[in-house]
């Protein structure tokens, strides 16, 4: 078989089911993207914005994909002086209404860029940047900005920005262990202010004798079993809220009156899944549109992060589930997401202990995540995506909850990279392939963000393409 446009090298095509690459964009090759944000202008251009992962560049990628056949690097968005403010970073990224607010981290966390001591002497933003698309959304302009008043932390994480007046931040907070939600009203952009919070109870350090906290401490194991919140908090039309709160499990919120949200119902999902060397013991809580439904997700690993056979206990099961929220009070386990299915021809038996020669924490990472102002994105109730790590691409048919199916995936050819070309040539563990991120279009196009790699355009055929 003849190399496709894509590959990485001889044979190296990656595995593919139901789908076809349009087109692959490594970008400047200075570094790749994390979490990716649509947008459509007024006059029916399409834009990916992609916050940078990695490499020698922080800040916000910009490229334009109107011919997804034919996708255009715009520019490299750099959003504060890297020599002013050596560790802060841009992991996120939320676009909607003619903005694009981007989360500002600094300092802490795994690859803090600095020894913790040198921190202090350092300038850093933590919190939100707020940038205007409407009038050029190659060169978004900068209205605002708002601390979240815990320099050198990992400030704002994963967010939900649907449009209107309000933000929904999972954010360091000062008197807090881990980060809590907060609520940022930008009706006036140039001047953001928070309006209401939530917390885990056991969170609240001036409520045990003698708790400390240290807010620029690494987040190990130990801290990820607690509960904190990982987010995005996805609050529906109707304001009930939906927080994957790590340790914790899921929490349900009435957030109608933003100005003091409350919960009302909660699923654990430790111990049985979540292992101990994962991400975000739970990661996302999307709620499918137009259903009664909350996808959660237990966040693997990326299996660069261990040297191969270091790995000596077992490995609890990170995993996608469909949980019932008809009663929100009661939310309730219904269905577990299939295992990704192994292509025939794939060198490992399995994800789990791929490339390692022992068990790693496989498992999921990113979905697409339909917002109803957000018209530019597929809105379908009846489909999941899911970016599954070293497992690729996974896209699920959900519109029977209890027998959910996967009908198409795309594992992305290995990056081919020699360390000193890698944009993390510290990582002591293989380098196959591993998605991050993806993002469907409501032309049904299909974006894909790869760990050490550019980004992909799909599009669904076959059995998928429906």
């Known amino acids: 078989m003849a190399d496709k446009f894509y590959a990485k090298g001889a044979g190296n095509n990656g595995y593919i089911k139901n789908l076809e690459v349009l087109d692959f964009n490594a970008m400047d090759g200075n570094c790749g993207m994390f979490q990716m944000q649509l947008y459509k202008t007024a006059d029916g251009r399409y834009y990916l914005y992609g916050s940078c992962f990695g490499g020698t560049q922080h800040g916000v990628m910009i490229t334009e994909v109107t011919d997804p056949e034919h996708t255009r690097f715009v520019r490299h968005l750099q959003l504060v002086d890297p020599v002013e403010y050596p560790t802060t970073t841009t992991p996120k990224i939320q676009v909607a209404d003619d903005l694009l607010i981007c989360a500002m981290s600094a300092g802490s966390g795994p690859g803090a860029l600095v020894e913790q001591s040198e921190l202090m002497n350092m300038k850093c933003e933590v919190g939100i940047r707020i940038y205007s698309l409407k009038e050029d959304p190659e060169n978004p302009k900068f209205l605002g900005y708002w601390d979240c008043g815990v320099p050198h932390s990992i400030g704002v994480h994963r967010f939900m920005y649907n449009g209107g007046p309000y933000v929904y931040l999972s954010c360091e907070a000062e008197r807090f262990e881990g980060m809590i939600m907060r609520i940022v009203d930008i009706s006036d952009p140039t001047n953001p202010k928070e309006v209401g919070n939530w917390w885990s109870p056991e969170q609240f350090v001036d409520g045990y004798p003698g708790r400390t906290v240290d807010h620029h401490a690494a987040h190990v194991p130990s801290f990820m079993d607690k509960g904190w919140m990982h987010g995005p908090p ?112 794939f060198p490992y038996p399995n994800f789990n202990v791929m490339n390692l020669g022992c068990q790693g924490p496989f498992g999921p990472h990113n979905l697409h995540e339909p917002m109803s102002n957000k018209p530019w994105l597929e809105q379908r109730g009846d ?62 196009y299909i974006y894909v963000t790869c760990l050490d790699d550019g980004f992909y355009v799909l599009k669904r055929t076959g059995e998928a393409d429906n």
């Open 234 to 345: 996805f609050r529906r039309d109707d304001g009930i809220m939906f927080c994957g709160y790590c340790g914790d499990g899921l929490y349900v919120l009435d957030a109608t009156d933003v100005t003091r949200p409350k919960c009302i119902g909660n699923l654990k999902f430790m111990p049985a899944f979540s292992s101990h060397l994962a991400g975000a013991r739970t990661h996302t809580a999307l709620p499918l549109p137009g259903r009664d439904l909350v996808v959660v997700t237990n966040e693997g690993e990326r299996f660069q992060f261990f040297p191969p056979g270091s790995i000596k206990e077992a490995q609890a099961l990170n995993n996608i589930h469909m949980v019932d929220v008809r009663d929100p009070a009661n939310p309730t386990l219904v269905a577990e997401f299939p295992y990704p299915e192994v292509p025939e021809d």
């Open 383 to 444: 489909r999941v995506y899911c970016c599954y790590f070293a497992a690729g691409l996974r896209i699920y048919d959900v519109s029977d909850q209890y027998y959910i199916k996967e009908i198409a995936y795309f594992i992305p050819p290995n990056p081919n990279k020699k360390p000193e070309e890698s944009f993390f040539p510290g990582f002591p563990g293989p380098r196959n392939a591993v998605t991050e991120d993806c993002c469907v279009d409501d032309r049904g």
